[in-house]
């Protein structure tokens, strides 16, 4: 069973349409995450949901939204995409560190999207 | 706010030989230490953490990496280097911000391993 899961693999879409990436985890964690990683290989926060709380909203055009329907799962939406868009979304889980040991992610293989 | 600083982009290593990949962090209290790797085409996995304790850290794969306080260094080391660690390397630092974990990770450091 993949622990942290993420649909779909590869997305080609034209500018200004709307996707969605879903991620799963069945790892019991409580905290859930996306990065984005650029083409020289950068990861940057975008979100973090702790049991369907948003707890970390970095800066992301608010084209961005994602929406965590249970601790399970946690999905992006993004309107109007544009070419800066394109990169590699990856989703990720962990139990979160409210006190003493910090924890390890748990990482999704990633969604390359492409935006032509 | 927390930093990592990754100074080599790419390293080239020969088989069998030892590796050594540098890690400096900035944060102003005890940071919880990362080093992850990332395959081709996959998604990153944990190699080891560090968050108190022996200084010396042990990972998977064979790997180890050593907190030096008065350096703010992390570095990742490996024995004897197999053709299949070649990867992209991540060392990502975890501070408390606002009473949650928040992880920053640095650029990478791409290691290619030669026959």
């Known amino acids: 069973d993949t622990a942290v899961s993420q649909t779909p693999k590869y997305l080609v879409t034209q500018m200004g349409n709307d996707k969605s990436i879903k991620c799963e985890q069945n790892?019991?964690?409580?905290?859930m995450y996306w990065y984005k990683q650029d083409s020289k290989k950068f990861l940057k926060i975008m979100f973090s949901?702790?049991?369907?709380?948003?707890?970390i909203n970095e800066t992301v055009p608010n084209r961005f939204s994602p929406k965590s329907p249970d601790k399970a799962h946690l999905n992006l939406h993004i309107n109007s995409l544009e070419l800066g868009d394109s990169a590699v979304y990856f989703c990720?889980?962990?139990?979160?560190?409210?006190?003493?040991?910090?924890?390890?992610?748990?990482f999704g293989s990633g969604t390359r999207l492409t935006v032509v | 706010a927390q930093s990592v600083t990754q100074p080599d982009i790419h390293i080239t290593v020969s088989e069998g030989a030892s590796l050594e990949l540098r890690c400096n962090y900035s944060?102003?209290?005890?940071?919880?230490l990362f080093w992850y790797v990332q395959s081709p085409g996959q998604g990153l996995q944990l190699l080891l953490k560090?968050?108190?304790?022996?200084?010396l850290v042990q990972g998977i794969k064979g790997f180890e990496a050593e907190f030096k306080r008065s350096q703010s260094s992390f570095n990742l080391r490996k024995p004897s280097v197999h053709w299949s660690d070649a990867a992209e390397y991540f060392c990502?630092?975890?501070?408390?911000?606002?009473?949650?974990?928040?992880?920053?990770f640095g650029t990478g450091t791409k290691l290619q391993v030669i026959p």
């Open positions: 944060y102003g209290a005890t940071p919880y």
């Open positions: 949901y702790n049991n369907k709380e948003l707890i």
């Open positions: 790892l019991g964690h409580d905290t």
């Open positions: 990720a889980s962990s139990q979160q560190a409210r006190q003493g040991a910090g924890y390890g992610y748990t």
């Open positions: 990502a630092v975890g501070a408390k911000s606002g009473g949650y974990q928040k992880v920053t």
């Open positions: 560090y968050f108190s304790g022996d200084t």
